[in-house]
């Protein structure tokens, strides 16, 4: 219960969602517990659909109908459209929660690995 109240804290005062708590998986989970009672389950499915409505963008956005999005580019750029550099070569890599681990800092040499595999 606490995570519902989490998420409808969040979607009042127009915070951020931390994907990394997957609040949105405990609360799929709870609403498949919660169908036998009908008015409960349809007061906390409002919530979560207009959560969702309000995060999600509208139209979606599409490729298909955009010139120069047809096709993958050489560097790999473009493959976003809200960010165009995400993936792209040359750039850091994206994540959304931080490492758990820590990355080794004398890395092998490419042409070693590429020789053992």
Not at 24 to 39: F, M, N, P, V, W
Not at 46 to 73: A, N, T
Request: net charge negative; hydrophobic share 35%.
């Amino acid at each position: 219960m606490i995570t519902l109240c989490q998420y409808t804290t969040n979607i009042l005062l127009d915070d951020p969602i931390d994907d990394s708590l997957m609040e949105l998986e405990k609360i799929l989970t709870i609403l498949y517990t919660l169908s036998s009672d009908r008015h409960f389950y349809a007061f906390i499915s409002k919530i979560f659909l207009g959560g969702l409505w309000k995060y999600l963008s509208h139209p979606p956005v599409s490729f298909h109908y955009q010139d120069g999005y047809q096709w993958r580019s050489t560097d790999t750029s473009n493959n976003n459209l809200a960010f165009p550099t995400v993936g792209q070569s040359g750039q850091k890599y994206v994540r959304t929660c931080r490492s758990k681990r820590s990355q080794a800092e004398a890395l092998p040499d490419p042409s070693l690995i590429f020789d053992e595999l």
